[in-house]
């Protein structure tokens, strides 16, 4: 039977083109199946628009599941379940009540293939908790996207919750195979840094060269994108990529953004040194609401493939950056020596991750 949306008061507060069409797009999602009770909540909660597109993204969920019927069936308890869901940001869920679908099987049964293959729960709640922030980050860009050139002006309730379905209905599996492609392209990228490290590179040898690297970093990004909005979020990162760009000048070369993260390479360490610092002073600039940057820089015999540069100054760099105090830049001797007119402290000797032996350490400052 059709429904009267006007005696169910789903018409209120509309006239003319408006009333026209969110009739339309009430007959719509009658249409499609929602019932009467989801479609009164949404006009109550003024997202009526939104429905195409949640439709959309969450699919068919088929029949609704407790988790713990979501445990029983995937052989994950309930518990591991919950935290792997809170790790991606996802809300809590009461473990008795029915509102988890097929999609949440799924996904509970990939963390138990996960788990039966041999992966410790706090590698994989660190692994969900980077996914969930990365792709908190994703969705906000493409919902800045969407809603900055999707829309015209005049759009009706009706033109507004069509957009959106469409939107997600045509580029949602686009993104889903960049994403994709993304993902095993830094793959490829960091199985092929491990390698190269470990390769014996001297110079001289096809394709090693003597390269002053570089990492500069957010202090403080992790609780940073915990407490701010993920376009906020999205609009620091920006920024820093634009500062980067902005001192990498010839021969100075940008390799790379690793998220909260710039890469600084050069044949010659004093320019390398000069771009470093001069991160540190734009972001500093930046005021209250942007982070301080770290530094770390090596100098040593690397190897560039594919647009990249791998080796030990490379993966020494890194580690650097993760002990150095927020604004300020640390490097080794070996930049220290090569780089005479810069003022230099003696930080002290580190054990880094994955570094053989004791590195000493240097903190640079310009004259």
């Known amino acids: ?97 029915p509102v988890l679908g097929s999609n949440d099987l799924e996904a509970a049964k990939r963390v138990k293939a996960f788990r039966d293959a041999g992966m410790p729960e706090d590698a994989m709640l660190e692994m969900a908790r980077v996914i969930g922030m990365s792709m908190s980050q994703v969705a906000a860009a493409n919902r800045a996207m969407i809603r ?69 970093d957010m202090v403080g990004f992790t609780s940073l994108g915990e407490q701010m909005p993920p376009e906020d979020l999205g609009r620091v990162t920006g920024r820093l990529g634009e500062i980067a760009a902005d001192v990498a000048t010839a021969p100075v070369r940008l390799v790379k953004m690793i998220g909260d993260a710039a890469m600084l390479v050069a044949p010659e360490t004093g320019p390398v040194l000069d771009a470093a610092l001069a991160m540190i002073d734009a972001a500093a600039a930046e005021g209250e609401d942007f982070p301080l940057l770290r530094g770390g820089v090596a100098q040593g015999p690397g190897i560039a493939r ?51 032996g004791r590195v000493r350490l240097f903190r640079v400052r310009l004259n």
């Open 148 to 216: 900055d050139h999707l829309f015209e002006e005049g759009d009706t309730e009706r033109d507004v919750g069509f957009k959106l379905a469409a939107a997600a209905r045509e580029l949602g599996p686009l993104v889903g195979d960049s994403l994709q492609f993304v993902l095993n392209m830094h793959l490829r990228e960091q199985v092929r840094g491990d390698v190269v490290s470990e390769a014996n590179l001297t110079p001289g040898s096809a394709g090693v060269s003597e390269i002053t690297a570089c990492f500069l």
């Open 306 to 356: 594919g647009g990249d540069w791998y080796g030990r100054p490379v993966n020494l760099a890194s580690r650097i950056t993760g002990v150095a105090r927020p604004g300020s830049v640390l490097a080794t001797e070996a930049v220290k020596e090569a780089a005479e007119p810069y003022s230099y402290s003696f930080a002290g000797e580190k054990r880094l991750k994955g570094i053989q």
């Open 1 to 97: 039977m059709e429904i009267d949306f006007e005696a169910e008061g789903l018409l209120e507060g509309t006239s003319g083109e408006a009333r026209e069409a969110r009739l339309g797009l009430l007959r719509q999602l009658a249409a499609d199946g929602v019932e009467l009770e989801e479609l009164k909540t949404a006009v109550e909660e003024k997202r009526l628009a939104l429905l195409p597109v949640e439709r959309v993204l969450e699919g068919d969920p088929g029949e609704l599941m407790t988790g713990n019927e979501i445990a029983e069936e995937s052989g994950l308890e309930v518990e591991p379940l919950l935290r792997q869901r809170r790790a991606l940001g996802l809300p809590d869920v009461d473990p008795d009540e």
